[in-house]
């Protein structure tokens, strides 16, 4: 036998596979494997053709069931496995494995071997004993694999957290002798006692018939589990008794809130971790429409990763999977099953086949003298160029982002005395506060219960004393029953109470009704985010992995890499080395989100492209985002409001009531910032009132031909955009014609942003109508809009800034805080020293704090920025050139972004002013409709400046990034562009997820090389020109987002936090309020010890020199879709008490 074969450590294993292996339910894969693929089934003949060392294939034996070999996810691995140019696949035939002799099995230099059913492990076993083959995953540990009671004993020898359990050992011979006492709701074992709920485990692995113990006082019986049967993991029982034969583990119930996370190691240093509905729940399994198990990836925490490393070491096995249990704040291990593959995803199987060949390599290509490295990817080390042309290390992203585009929001307002309002606002608890929200589906009900009685009342009695209007509660009525059922995003319902009624026109009648209290009724519906919305929140959350080290990568190998996997679901795609950040736990992620569900699903549909992740929103929304909804943090609360903003609505209002051309005075009064847009609009305009009186007529003609619409039985049953009706875009256009112009002839102005609103959506998504003069509505009221809309958060500078600040302290000192503890405590940052042997880059990590919010928060934390005194206009040149394209920006979109990037140049001493380093980005979010030409250019955003064309980068860690390359005329910064108004072009299908193209593009401006963020063009590529006649949902397209541009790439740290320091501490008593809620809002939060073993965003190690293969970290793991952002220790700030975590 070659030297290679004969000469391998017998203890090279890394991992075990309990009995039947976690993927016993796949399908056998029946396609022919592909011609290329160097995939053998064994020939006897094959064991005595040796071959000399030099030049022949590493041959990766898999010894396991044939329904194992030949499961879905095994044969995508292997496949991907033999991309590697000098690693043969054999699979052993089950034959040879359970009848011949193992001296007569295929020869190899390294087994994947694993027990299921029927498997002789025994024979493997004499197998590795007799060959001293590399072991993928340890034979002998397997055995303790299959017993229970050995794997708690290891996990518990391991520091592991496990359910409180005791033991119960039966003698076969006689069993009721045995420490076990059994009371009505509780059963004592070994002393020790268990209270209902209770689980029972038998003690061999294999046998999956586990039961839990519910109480007298929930009704008693058991939750009998089983191996997935069909449709069904479990049943219920009444039978209340414990089994009184077999040995068995008597464990605590935890309380999961019905889901089981199930995690996927990939050697120590990946895991993959998806949540499942727990068999528990109700037994029934949840499939998808092709009839697979529904699992949801999610994220896992810092300690959750280290937990995943060690059962990997522990039972030495390096494909090793295992189930956890979250419950009160902890995560427990409940069951190691050894050898487990993830099904159904693509990027797993990208990753799992990476890991293993690079392991392999690693190991066996020095004995085979074949000319293969280690490879060494950018994003080992997070060092990338920054905008000014250094090279320095990413520290930490800060982005705050506006949600994606949404249906028209409505509103409608009335006064309410009835006795039946006045008695839901006492239950529900409004007399506490003398305001009150009402979401939740039952609340909704008893509004609508309320309603329809009094319409059946005035309805019988025309002359009875109910003083509310009939349309109205009419109104009422029909929104609170659209789609058949409740949902708290879509509608909500508002009541204020009113100590002397609402103030009315003047007449002795109406005075004398005001001296009765009154309920303010808001109703508010629509908002919701569209498809497109959530296409743009994905696409943008993939571009944003461009950001970060390695990200810009794109299609091309990295640098060293001799691994050619180029298939799957992102194989394609820019930004993979913020995935293998995450798979490498050296990403610190948190993302919030306002309590608006239209924030909520663009933060999580945000999420989802970010990290590569697949599958419906909700369980990522659930998982992934924190909600941010106390205290103002990204909420608006009229309460934390100052009068100024009244009063500039008031000023705002006057000036637009004037029956003439604006005046030099005019300009002076309403545009004293002397802001491009708002000088530009004001010009288009000239005369208010009449340009009112225009978009006024253009309503009128637009409800006029949607009624002759409806009249035509071809297009009365038309379905509009996302479901919407004919009857209902009435609905919606006759409302702004009755309410914006008012009964005094006057005109409402805080209707013009509903009108800029409807008419917007109306021409991105509804444009097939092709009704008259919808341009030109369009135009005029987007003119209005970009006067009214931003001078609602203020006139003057002053204004600006004092409204400013009451909406957004807290987030202002929050995104300080983040700063802030990137790098004041090094122990947030770094390893413990514990686990910090082995690791190439213990210390690095990015921390990312990623906000979602409205248009309110998003203008305000400008304002601060563009007149809180940063930099002085005069004085820096890029800063006025960064406020000059500020100024000429219209209109603040969905999706608008403000980024804050820190970074740490390690070449500068500590105590510097030079070591840190701030940089401020923007974009104006998603293009407008007509956008094309007048769009105002900024000075791009530049990962690879003209100062840094000379610098020759370090090429063990970072790609050349400021060189184009001639490939294809594509660059090395590939971003995602999503075409203006572009359908989405469906280019290929991979696994069960449909991959948006991409193409890409770089700007020059101004005579700097800068490279866009998530660019777009207004020229269409030929696909996308081929295919324009095509459109989201059948009707719509999806506009591109803006790229993201550098307003200033020169700031230190020190400069931002004084300067955010002097905004908050000038928000006077209005700051204090808000600053004594927020540091009761993250006070109440759970709280990580300091003692933890791990820090954050770091990568944790336990291998000592000299161990075996499955003590080594897998040379660069790629990104798992679990890995998540570690929770940080607390730090105790003297300003404020923040969880550091958050």
Not at 58 to 83: A, F, Q
Not at 505 to 519: G, T
């Amino acid at each position: 036998m070659s030297q290679s074969r004969d000469g391998r450590r017998p203890d090279g294993g890394d991992g075990p596979k309990r009995g039947g292996a976690d993927f016993s339910d796949d399908e056998v894969d029946k396609r022919p494997m592909e011609a290329d693929v160097k995939i053998d089934m064994f020939r006897e003949e094959d064991v005595e053709d040796e071959e000399s060392p030099s030049g022949r294939q590493i041959v990766v034996g898999i010894c396991c069931m044939m329904k194992k070999s030949k499961s879905k996810p095994m044969t995508h691995i292997l496949e991907r496995l033999c991309k590697f140019d000098y690693i043969e696949v054999v699979v052993f035939p089950e034959d040879v494995i359970l009848d011949q002799p193992v001296d007569k099995w295929p020869l190899c230099d390294c087994l994947i071997s694993f027990h299921s059913k029927g498997f002789p492990l025994d024979k493997a076993v004499e197998y590795a004993q007799l060959r001293n083959p590399l072991l993928i995953n340890d034979l002998n540990m397997q055995y303790f694999i299959q017993d229970r009671r050995e794997v708690y004993r290891i996990l518990q020898e391991e520091g592991i957290e496990l359910p409180r359990y005791g033991v119960l050992d039966r003698n076969p011979d006689n069993p009721e002798e045995c420490n076990l006492v059994e009371a009505e709701d509780h059963v004592e074992v070994n002393g020790e006692v268990f209270p209902k709920p209770f689980v029972e485990k038998p003690v061999c692995a294999e046998d999956h018939n586990v039961y839990i113990y519910y109480p007298t006082s929930a009704g008693g019986g058991s939750q009998r589990l089983f191996r997935k049967i069909g449709s069904r993991s479990s049943v219920y029982s009444p039978e209340t008794s414990v089994r009184k034969t077999g040995s068995y583990i008597y464990e605590e119930f935890m309380p999961t809130d019905g889901t089981d996370v199930k995690v996927y190691t990939v050697g120590p240093d990946y895991a993959h971790a998806e949540a499942r509905k727990s068999p528990a729940l109700d037994g029934k399994v949840e499939r998808d429409s092709e009839g697979k198990e529904i699992r949801y990836p999610v994220m896992l925490t810092a300690m959750e990763k280290l937990v995943a490393r060690k059962v990997c070491l522990a039972f030495k096995q390096t494909v090793c999977g295992f189930d956890l249990l979250r419950a009160n704040g902890h995560s427990f291990v409940c069951d190691v099953n050894g050898f487990s593959f993830v099904k159904n995803s693509m990027k797993y199987y990208d990753d799992c086949a990476k890991v293993l060949g690079n392991m392999v390599m690693r190991e066996l290509a020095p004995q085979f003298h074949i000319p293969w490295s280690i490879p060494m990817e950018a994003e080992d080390i997070p060092i990338v160029p920054t905008t000014s042309g250094t090279m320095m290390e990413l520290r930490c992203v800060i982005a705050i982002i506006r949600h994606g585009d949404r249906t028209p929001k409505q509103k409608m307002k009335m006064e309410v005395r009835h006795p039946l309002f006045f008695e839901l606002f006492d239950k529900c608890g409004g007399y506490k506060s003398g305001k009150l929200k009402l979401k939740k589906p039952k609340q909704l009900q008893e509004v609508l219960d309320i309603a329809r009685l009094l319409l059946l009342e005035l309805g019988q009695h025309n002359d009875c004393e109910i003083e509310e209007k009939k349309s109205k509660l009419e109104q009422l009525k029909t929104v609170l029953e659209m789609y058949g059922h409740f949902s708290g995003i879509n509608r909500k319902v508002q009541l204020t109470y009113l100590r002397h009624g609402q103030p009315k026109a003047s007449s002795e009648e109406e005075d004398s009704k005001r001296e009765s209290p009154s309920l303010l009724l808001v109703l508010k519906w629509g908002g919701e985010l569209t498809p497109a919305g959530r296409v743009q929140a994905e696409e943008l959350g993939r571009a944003f992995r461009c950001m970060y080290p390695g990200g810009q990568a794109g299609r091309h190998r990295a640098l060293g890499c001799e691994s050619p996997i180029d298939f799957g679901d992102y194989a394609g795609y820019p930004g993979c080395g913020l995935l293998r950040l995450h798979s490498t736990y050296r990403h610190d992620l948190k993302i919030y989100a306002s309590d608006e569900g239209r924030v909520q699903m663009t933060a999580a549909a945000f999420a989802k492209g970010l990290l590569a992740l697949e599958g419906e929103l909700t369980p990522i929304l659930v998982q992934m985002v924190k909600s941010a909804n106390m205290n103002g943090l990204l909420d608006s609360d009229s309460d934390s409001l100052t009068d100024c903003q009244q009063k500039v609505k008031a000023r705002l209002h006057e000036i637009m009531q004037k029956d003439q051309d604006f005046s030099q005075e005019d300009y002076q009064k309403l545009a004293p910032t002397g802001s491009l847009s708002l000088v530009n609009s004001m010009k288009i305009i000239q005369n208010p009132v009449k340009t009112c009186d225009k978009v006024y007529t253009l309503i009128q003609s637009l409800t006029s031909q949607i009624r002759k619409r409806l009249e035509d039985p071809k297009s009365s049953d038309l379905q509009l955009y996302h479901s919407e009706t004919l009857e209902l875009k009435l609905q919606r256009w006759s409302k702004l014609e009755r309410d914006f112009r008012m009964k005094s002839g006057r005109y409402d102005i805080s209707k013009i942003p509903d009108i800029y609103d409807c008419i917007k959506y109306d021409t991105q998504h509804n444009s097939s109508l092709d009704l008259d003069d919808t341009l030109e509505l369009f135009r005029l009221s987007r003119a209005l809009a970009d006067i009214v809309i931003p001078q609602e958060y203020g006139i003057t500078k002053a204004e600006k800034l004092d409204i400013a600040q009451a909406y957004c302290v807290p987030l202002m000192k929050k995104i300080q805080l983040d700063l802030q503890r990137t790098h004041e405590d090094e122990a947030v940052n770094k390893l413990h020293p514990l686990y910090s042997r082995g690791v190439m880059s213990p210390g690095r990590h990015v921390r990312t704090r990623l906000y979602f919010t409205s248009e309110s928060h998003v203008h305000s934390l400008l304002s601060v920025f563009r007149y809180g005194g940063l930099f002085d206009d005069e004085k820096d040149q890029q800063w006025k050139q960064a406020m000059d394209y500020l100024s000429a920006v219209t209109e603040l979109n969905y999706m608008t972004q403000i980024v804050i990037m820190l970074y740490e140049d390690n070449n500068k001493d500590p105590s510097s002013e030079e070591r840190f380093h701030v940089e401020l980005h923007f974009s104006p979010g998603v293009k407008g409709c007509d956008d094309e030409e007048n769009v105002p250019l900024g000075f791009g955003f530049r990962p690879a400046s003209s100062e840094n064309k000379d610098k020759k980068p370090n090429q063990g860690s970072l790609e050349d990034l400021s060189q184009d390359q001639t490939d294809q005329a594509l660059q090395v910064y590939e971003p995602i562009n999503i075409q203006k108004r572009s359908p989405i072009i469906r280019n290929r299908k991979t696994g069960s997820m449909e991959v948006l193209s991409e193409t890409s593009l770089s700007q020059s401006s101004k005579g700097c090389t800068s490279h866009r963020l998530h660019p777009s063009s207004s020229r269409q590529s030929p696909e996308v020109k081929a295919a324009s006649s095509l459109g989201f949902e059948g009707c719509s397209m999806v506009p591109s987002i803006y790229p993201l541009e550098t307003l200033h790439n020169l700031l230190s740290l020190k400069q931002v936090d004084e300067f955010l320091n002097a905004v908050c501490e000038s928000g006077s008593e209005a700051h204090a309020k808000t600053m004594k809620a927020l540091s009761g809002l993250f006070d109440s939060q759970t709280r990580t010890s300091l003692d933890s073993p791990q820090a954050p965003g770091s990568e944790p190690s336990l291998r000592p020199p000299g161990r075996p293969l499955w003590h080594k970290e897998a040379s660069v793991p790629s990104s798992a879709v679990s890995s998540a952002g570690p929770s940080s220790p607390i730090v105790e700030n003297p300003a404020l008490s923040f969880n550091l975590s958050e």
